[in-house]
């Protein structure tokens, strides 16, 4: 399903979302055993936000499907 081949970049920065994303969901689980609620649920949207940036070309490749399947 994935575009083919992807660039060094490409691959560079999806790495970099998912590690982004570990950073946030630890940093937000550090805010919430520190009772800093808000603060923990920003870092943990944050964290969601970057999982899904580094799942943009299975997104968009699904997304592709799913179209073609509601135009039939």
């Not at 083919?4 to 920065?13: A, H, Q, T, Y």
């Not at 590690?19 to 943990?44: D, K, M, N, T």
């Not at 699904?62 to 509601?70: D, L, P, T, W, Y």
């Amino acid at each position: 399903m994935a575009r083919n081949p992807k660039s060094i970049g490409e691959m560079i920065s999806t790495l970099t979302f998912f590690g982004v994303a570990a950073a946030c969901l630890i940093q937000a689980i550090e805010f919430y055993e520190a009772e800093l609620r808000i603060r923990s649920f920003a870092s943990a949207f944050a964290g969601l936000l970057c999982v899904l940036g580094g799942l943009r070309f299975f997104i968009a490749d699904a997304m592709k499907v799913i179209r073609k399947q509601v135009r039939k």
